[in-house]
């Protein structure tokens, strides 16, 4: 019902700041963005992809504890898009970020499988 495309990742230094976004392009004429709780995972090779945050139909969010507090994440219903705003970015931050939508009221950080739609993924690569 949806195509998700992210977008803004790039290479950036220890203790800087990316804004992702990820794009909702609807596949129905009925998609209602606001139907969908929204999350971000990242995944690095030779590791399990991990939830990174989420954002629920009421706007209630959820973060990993890796990123509780540098990370903050926020959607637009009527343009359809999701964001993360990444700041003070630390070195394992470095990863592919993956938007992924699911129509529940509530997505949590984990099982994957909740996820319904997935996008190809952004690189962010941090170095110090």
């Known amino acids: 019902q949806v195509s998700l495309v992210e977008s803004g990742g790039r290479s950036e230094r220890t203790g800087g700041s990316v804004n992702l976004s990820c794009k909702g392009i609807p596949l129905i004429p009925s998609f209602d963005m606001s139907e969908y709780c929204l999350g971000w995972f990242r995944q690095t090779p030779g590791k399990e992809r991990e939830g990174v945050a989420a954002?629920?139909?009421?706007?209630?969010?959820r973060y990993a504890d890796s990123v509780e507090g540098r990370f903050t994440i926020s959607k637009d219903n009527t343009k359809n898009t999701l964001d993360l705003q990444m700041d003070n970015l630390q070195p394992e931050d470095t990863a592919t970020y993956v938007c992924?939508?699911?129509?529940?009221?509530?997505?949590?950080?984990?099982?994957?499988?909740?996820?319904?739609?997935w996008g190809q993924g952004t690189q962010v690569t941090v170095s110090s």
């Open positions: 992924a939508a699911a129509k529940f009221s509530r997505c949590p950080l984990a099982p994957e499988i909740w996820y319904t739609f």
């Open positions: 954002i629920d139909t009421d706007g209630t969010t």
